[in-house]
Structures are given as C-alpha cells and as structure tokens.
C-alpha cells in the first residue's frame, strides 16, 4: 500500500484508492451493528472543526513522540508494570488522535497465539496492541517511516520484505520461533489495507506459523465508523491520512475478538486461513467495554524495550521453508 511504484505480480493488491475510499460525508455502507440501533454514528458526520483537529493532530504525534523517548527507561520497569503501561499508551495514543474505541469479545489470557485481523487503518497496529500485545509482521518500507519506523522497530516488529517473495519462508520461520517460545504474533493475512467497505482475501502463508508451532490462531474484526475516515488505501501520504482522522468528528473504532480457532482441527494451512477469514467476516453482537485486565498474565513474553513478546530461541519445523505466498 502506499506507494506510487509498480508492484510485483505476487503480491496482493486491493482496488481501494484515495479517490473512491477517503471521501466520507457520511457511511450509508457499514449498516447497524447488530444488537444496537441507528445512533449519532450512522449519519452524516461533519468536520471536527481547525482548532480541535489541530489540537488532536499535536496530542497525538506527542504522544508518539513521547513513547519513543521514554522507550529506554521503560525498559527498566518490571514486566508487569512495562506491560501496563505500554498498553495505556497504546490506547492514548488512539484517543489523542480523537478516535473513540469499543471492544467486544473476551481476549485469550495466556499461551501462545496467532493474532489475524483485516487491514483498514494505520490505527489498526495500537488498537490491537491495547488489547492483545504482540509481535506485528509489517513490511520492510515500515522500518523507514519517520518515528513510526523506529517504534515498530523498539517493538520488536518482525519485518517482511515483500518485494522478495524467497523471503517469506524465512518470515513464517521467525513467527514460528516466536510462537513455539510461547510468543504472540499479529499479522494482516490480507497483505494490504483495504477501505472497510470491501475485504481481501486472508493469504494462508502466516497460517503455516500457527499449524507448526501448534498454537491457537485469534481473529479480529476492526471496524470503523464512518468507515472511510480512517482508510489508509493506495497511495495515500500519511499525513493525509492523519489529517482525514483527526478533523473527522465521531470517529469510533470497534474490535471484535472471535472465539479462537484451535489449529489442530484444520487439515492445513488453507483450510485454517478459510476459517479465520469466515469468523473475521461474521458480524456478531458481543457486550462492549474496554478490557483493562486483558493480557494481564503477559508480562513473561514481553520484550526489553516493549509489550512485544520476546523470542525463545526454539528451532521451528523445517517445513516452512517450503511455505509458498
């Protein structure tokens, strides 16, 4: 995503542009969530007005800017309070930039899991950070974004380079490893981002982790509403996607946590993608709060500098490295 050069043939593309997904008066699409009415969300949505939306782009960028320096000495705390912390500062860092946030579904407390989602938003990556902390798999360009770059990297982000597809098996070998030391990891099988109206198909490549490290994959839905606010599709320069987020007014993010899927029970790494790209499309009704205990038994993965989960060194089954896209 996000980039004005040809990309190769293997890679997945979404037809969601700037033009037709970032234009939001309003968002007749999305439709009710079930088991609640129409409110101040489904309809038009003016502007948040210069003054606010100023005052949530500088909350904000400082907050991640403040993240990043207090990176080392964070690092010092206990597992536990390092932890909290950084999941209190994921989640300010998304209410700074005005974005309100509700959660559904019960997070899994323990144990290894492959964390899978769809892919709207650059605010995607701190809104499962807040609730289910682990290692992200981003593409390599990531590592080169202005402070973000550099966060991701503090985090212990497992960075993929797409344009190399000899690369990937070394990919799902490193979340393997991570996932066997009793580790989570997050990834977005769909490969790029797409508006939120439409969805990609989940590519069963990151799957192939789960089945040999043995471990339960978790699928979350993210939606926002109105769901072209928030689209980070194409082309679009970053900071016109903060500018969209921060002068739109009642932007709510809402993250659905599904039953997990237990990677023993599918054949192989297909049939598992399938499945987890069918519970990420199902649209539930689940009883909606903030988890503030979620994860609360997470401090013996995390990383020295992060919430991230730290790799064991545990060699993963030689089959990845037959693993195609």
């Keep these: 995503m996000n980039g004005t050069t040809a990309l190769p043939p293997w890679l997945p593309t979404a037809p969601c542009t700037p033009g037709r997904c970032t234009a939001h008066p309003d968002d007749p699409v999305s439709g009710p969530v079930p088991g609640r009415g129409p409110g101040r969300d489904s309809g038009p949505h003016p502007g948040a007005g210069l003054p606010r939306a100023v005052a949530r782009l500088t ?32 989640r300010t860092v998304v209410r700074a930039f005005g974005v309100r946030v ?26 499962l950070a807040a609730v289910l902390p682990a290692r992200m798999v981003a593409k390599a360009e990531v590592r080169r974004w202005p402070v973000l770059g550099v966060l ?38 769909e490969g ?59 932007l709510t993010a809402e993250v659905r946590l599904a039953d997990p899927l237990p990677s023993g029970r599918h054949p192989d790494r297909r049939a598992l993608a399938a499945a987890a790209q069918r519970a990420v499309a199902h649209r539930t009704a689940f009883p909606w709060a903030v988890p503030q205990r979620a994860a609360a038994s997470d401090s013996a993965n995390l990383s020295p500098l992060s919430v991230h989960q ?16």
């Design 59 to 90: 909350a904000g960028t400082g907050t991640v800017l403040l993240g990043v320096l207090l990176a080392p000495a964070a690092a010092l705390l206990p597992p536990a309070a390092r932890l909290a912390l950084v999941r209190r500062w994921t």
């Design 102 to 127: 509700r959660y559904g579904g019960n997070p899994v407390a323990t144990g290894p899991l492959l964390v899978v989602a769809n892919h709207v938003s650059w605010l995607d990556v701190p809104l």
């Design 152 to 189: 991701a990297a503090l985090g212990g982000t497992l960075f993929i380079d797409r344009d190399r597809l000899r690369a990937l098996p070394g990919t799902v070998r490193a979340m393997a490893g991570v996932l066997a030391g009793g580790g989570r990891v997050a990834v977005f099988p």
């Design 192 to 250: 790029s981002t797409w508006c939120g109206r439409e969805r990609g198909r989940f590519r069963p490549a990151a799957f192939q982790a789960a089945l040999e490290a043995g471990c339960a994959v978790q699928p979350v839905r993210i939606d926002y509403r109105p769901a072209d606010a928030a689209a980070y599709v194409g082309d679009d320069p970053l900071g016109a996607s903060l500018w969209r987020v921060v002068t739109t007014r009642h």
């Design 310 to 325: 730290r790799t064991r060194p545990r060699p993963a089954a030689a089959s990845s490295s037959r693993t195609p896209s």
